[in-house]
């Protein structure tokens, strides 16, 4: 037996293996088309619901990392909360162990009808599938799951190889004395975390250990201390993810590794306690494809049920590890702007629905600080400070800097493989991060026009502050509209800011022939004039971009691709002009006084 060529054979097989897991993973989360992100975002306080959730993704993708790294960069978003995703953990452990069970067929034998589901005769079966579906599919999607098939028939061809390789090792009386080492408990456990940790998948590791153990030289005593540190070494993916990620996205990495480290503690305890004390009479056995799997499955099962009851006592284990630092609770909230953009995590470009959602969660704080500059702004007519002024100025930075950053995150998104619907979001959302920089632009140049007017003594007649008041109203009314209609999918928000930016058209002239009236009374001033014309100017440039933003925030709902604003206008006004000519006369009543 050729060593070499063998050990190279094999390492093609674990190849072949982990390559499958990571095809079926990666089309599964295509065609769920962010679906598996919003299941495990329904999770409540309901723990029960939570562990079966973890199950069934992890089932799903036939990858405990892929659920784990899900749920970290979920709670780096803010949008699942720690406690809600220690359950779901737990339940991707015992969900992975569902490989090491299918991968078990493998060692079925006789004219038994289970051995119709052995991998030698699915494989070619399901890759002939898959490669019949992606060649006669119109439809993408039908496309992608026949590709997830093929990654399941790659899958049982690469533990068919490991298989075949593996069962000539036996000759090999060096492989025995290594693995007579690893009967070491530490050793043994250490191996399994140190493999599972450079293969990055622990069902790959336990593929390879009921591979070996066809060799009928794998003991319990060999096979358990290895079991027991692959599910320490499967932590080192979610760790991996975490880092640069916020507290909490640290916290969910540490309960995934606490968890299979409690315990991993619990069992080498009792096994080798019993072990020492009483003894098994099957310890020194060879351990079969089905033992294998079947001790996976019992670790993973026990554990969640001996530690479910102490989530809480986990939550905190992981609060009282990774603390909040003394600056985070000592700072004011508003002074931290940029950390909106932790959760533009480039871990979760594997994820691009989550990415996506992310990135859309940025759009909307810019809209947010864009808002708040410019209700800051007209607050320094009547009450001008210098503090006030550089607080406007340093969110007016934040802005510039987030546009920068979520402009980059969506390019880069936007030249993975994607679905049309995710393509068409990523340039929508591009829009609208591009618009609501522009009215952060004009919302620091209000201020600046401001303050010109406090360092020249300049003051605003009642009247013209009356009219600005007024139009300054309908466009902070706008902007906040926008920012709702975007964040919370509303429609019918749409058509409220197109009735606002007609409304704001009509008035602004008005404001414009009383002040040229003022001027012939003497009223006002024309250095006045000027300033206040300005301002003016910019409200109506700020709705011009919130009525932009509504046009892109409507095909971000629908998924559709643009329409000009006269096609989006011409709808409204033909499809809901009844609507337009209530939020017309709600306008009058509320800004003309």
């Not at 909040?324 to 909230?333: F, L, M």
Request: aromatic fraction near 6%.
């Amino acid at each position: 037996m050729n060593i070499a060529i063998s050990i190279i054979k094999l390492l093609g097989g674990v190849a072949l293996l982990i390559y499958g897991m990571k095809i079926l993973s990666t089309n599964l989360k295509k065609v769920s088309g962010g679906k598996l992100e919003k299941f495990l975002t329904s999770v409540t306080d309901n723990k029960f619901k939570g562990l079966l959730v973890g199950i069934l993704v992890t089932v799903a993708t036939q990858s405990s990392a892929t659920t784990t790294v899900i749920v970290v960069s979920l709670v780096n978003s803010n949008i699942l909360k720690l406690k809600n995703a220690i359950p779901i953990i737990m339940g991707a452990n015992i969900g992975t162990t569902i490989t090491s069970q299918i991968l078990r067929l493998t060692s079925i034998e006789g004219n038994s009808w289970l051995s119709l589901f052995k991998p030698a005769t699915l494989a070619p079966i399901i890759i002939i599938i898959g490669l019949i579906l992606i060649q006669i599919a119109k439809d993408r999607k039908k496309k992608t799951i026949g590709q997830m098939i093929i990654g399941l028939g790659i899958l049982f061809t690469g533990m068919i190889t490991m298989v075949e390789i593996a069962s000539g090792f036996s000759e090999l009386p060096i492989l025995s004395q290594i693995l007579q080492k690893l009967s070491n408990p530490i050793l043994g456990v250490l191996a399994g975390a140190i493999i599972t940790l450079i293969v990055q998948s622990s069902a790959a590791t336990v593929g390879i250990l009921q591979a070996l153990s066809t060799t009928g030289i794998m003991t319990y005593s060999m096979s358990i201390p290895i079991i027991l540190g692959q599910n320490i070494g499967t932590c080192g993916t979610s760790i991996i993810s975490s880092i640069g990620s916020s507290k909490s996205a640290k916290r969910a990495a540490a309960v995934h590794l606490y968890f299979n480290l409690i315990g991993t503690i619990i069992f080498l305890i009792f096994i080798y306690g019993y072990q020492n004390l009483v003894g098994f009479t099957f310890w020194e056995q060879p351990m079969d494809m089905g033992q294998i799997a079947n001790f996976h499955t019992i670790f993973n099962v026990v554990s969640t049920i001996l530690l479910f009851p102490f989530i809480g006592l986990i939550e905190k284990l992981t609060m009282i590890t990774i603390k909040d630092s003394k600056k985070d609770d000592e700072e004011e909230e508003e002074s931290d702007y940029l950390s909106i953009l932790n959760i533009l995590d480039e871990r979760a470009e594997k994820i691009p629905s989550l990415a996506i959602a992310n990135s859309a969660t940025v759009v909307e704080k810019m809209g947010e600080l864009a808002e708040k500059n410019f209700r800051k702004s007209m607050m320094l007519i009547e009450n001008f400070q210098i503090k006030k002024l550089e607080k406007i100025q340093e969110r007016e930075e934040a802005i510039d800097r987030i546009d920068e950053e979520v402009a980059t995150f969506l390019v880069k998104l936007g030249s993975l493989d994607l679905t049309e619907k995710e393509s068409v979001t990523i340039t929508t959302l591009l829009k609208i991060e591009y618009e609501f920089e522009k009215v952060g632009d004009y919302a620091y140049e209000f201020s600046k026009i401001v303050e010109s007017m406090h360092e020249k003594n300049v003051v605003m007649s009642g009247y013209a502050y009356s009219d600005l008041k007024k139009i300054y109203n309908v466009a902070e009314d706008a902007i906040l509209t926008t920012i709702k209609a975007f964040k919370e999918n509303d429609l019918d928000l749409v058509i409220k800011i197109e009735s606002l930016r007609e409304f704001s058209e009509v008035q602004k002239e008005k404001y414009k022939n009383s002040h040229i009236q003022r001027l012939k009374e003497g009223k006002c001033n024309v250095e006045t004039g000027v300033n206040f014309l300005e301002l003016l100017t910019i409200c109506e440039k700020i709705i011009d971009h919130c009525a932009n933003i509504s046009l892109a925030t409507s095909n971000y709902m629908t998924g559709e691709n643009f329409v000009t604003k006269q096609e989006l206008r011409k709808n409204i006004y033909e499809t809901q002009i009844e609507t337009v000519k209530e939020k017309l006369n709600e306008c009058n009543t509320k800004y003309v006084i």
